[in-house]
């Protein structure tokens, strides 16, 4: 089994739609967990930290779930600009430090 | 403005030779690593540093090698053991003892021929 698994779409969406991507991670052990997102041919860049009372910022809103282990994405109001690959990572509790990362799931939204 | 340098952002060799990416910091973080990316695919570890010289294995850490003789520095050399060199390099440091939010470089795209 995968240690971090995310559905890699793409999920193709209308400007304006409200969209949602799922993460489910292996090690409940698990302290730290991000979003990251991935434009093609660019490095990874951080988009936001999940806390565990969830958190928000502007259109984008993250959730965890530590019961059944998944992490969530939502993005209301979609743009274009929010085409992309959304990477999320799993980190343990101190040791080593190695994050692990997801496949991405492919955004595309279209005019 | 403090952030992660990768040089150079295209490269291209021929087959068998070595090469060395750079990857220079000046976030005065701990840790660094190194991942590839190969098309549609996930990244995965190569090497990692948590302080100056030392250095660990990642997940598919032959055909490569590093060094850390400085806070800021952590070069990787693709060998010619490197059996499919081709691929994006990313480099990344994060602050120990945090939340381990990790910060990427812009990558270096190698081509092997």
């Known amino acids: 089994r995968k240690e971090v698994e995310q559905d890699p779409g793409p999920f193709n969406v209308p400007e304006g739609a409200t969209v949602a991507f799922n993460c489910t991670y292996s090690?409940?052990?698990?302290?730290?967990f991000f979003w990251y997102r991935q434009d093609c041919r660019k490095e990874p860049k951080l988009l936001m930290s999940?806390?565990?009372s969830g958190n928000e910022d502007g259109r984008f809103t993250a959730q965890l779930n530590r019961a059944s282990q998944y992490i969530s994405l939502l993005i209301r109001d979609s743009k274009l600009s929010d085409s992309a690959t959304y990477l999320c990572?799993?980190?343990?509790?101190?040791?080593?430090?190695?994050?692990?990362f997801g496949r991405g799931t492919s955004l595309i939204v279209h005019p | 403005d403090g952030g992660i340098t990768q040089s150079p952002k295209y490269l291209f060799r021929k087959e068998g030779q070595n090469v060395t990416l750079s990857c220079e910091q000046n976030?005065?973080?701990?840790?660094m690593y190194w991942y590839r990316q190969d098309p549609g695919q996930g990244l995965r570890l190569i090497y990692y540093?948590?302080?100056?010289?030392?250095?660990q294995k990642g997940d598919i850490a032959e055909g490569y090698s590093v060094s850390r003789e400085k806070k800021e520095s952590f070069p990787l050399t693709v060998t010619s053991a490197q059996k499919n060199p081709t691929a994006f390099y990313l480099c990344?440091?994060?602050?120990?003892?945090?939340?381990?939010?990790?910060?990427f470089g812009p990558g270096t795209r190698l081509t092997v021929t």
């Open positions: 990572v799993v980190s343990p509790s101190g040791g080593s430090y190695i994050p692990t």
């Open positions: 999940v806390y565990s």
């Open positions: 090690n409940s052990a698990s302290q730290s």
């Open positions: 990344a440091s994060t602050v120990t003892g945090g939340r381990n939010e990790q910060y």
């Open positions: 540093s948590q302080i100056v010289n030392d250095f």
């Open positions: 976030l005065n973080h701990d840790a």
